[in-house]
Nanobody
Framework: VQLQASGGGLVQAGGSLRLSCAPS????????VGWFRQAPGKEREFVAW????????AIADSVKGRFTISRDNAKNTVYLQMNILKPEDTAVYYC??????????????????WGQGTLVTVSS
């Protein structure tokens, strides 16, 4: 399945963006969805996770209090709401689908399906 990530763009520091992720030709039912980001020259970093069934979530400490992950069952879509954006949030953001056990949801290797990424640029 191909994951379609969208919603990135250029925003000033302090602004907000909402990213969306939807599976093309598939579903999130029975899976978990993770958001990761990768800045130039850096490793891919965990941002947020949601279990489709039950809606359990987790947020990385670096964005806690500013980012929120949610899902819309009817639209089969996962969202990443990003508020109070900072220049250090600049990165390509990826969504991924998989079935990680709880202790590994922060590990990119626990996911099988990835989107193409959407670029978020935060200017100071």
């Amino acid at each position: 399945v191909q994951l379609q990530a969208s919603g990135g763009g250029l925003v000033q520091a302090g602004g907000s963006l909402r990213l969306s992720c939807a599976p093309s030709g598939g579903t999130f039912s029975g899976y978990s969805v993770g958001w990761f980001r990768q800045a130039p020259g850096k490793e891919r970093e965990f941002v947020a996770w949601i279990r489709w069934s039950g809606g359990n979530t987790a947020i990385a400490d670096s964005v806690k209090g500013r980012f929120t992950i949610s899902r819309d069952n009817a639209k089969n879509t996962v969202y990443l709401q990003m508020n109070i954006l900072k220049p250090e949030d600049t990165a390509v953001y990826y969504c991924a689908r998989g079935r990680p056990i709880y202790s590994t949801f922060h590990n990119p290797g626990a996911y099988n399906d990835w989107g193409q990424g959407t670029l978020v640029t935060v200017s100071s």
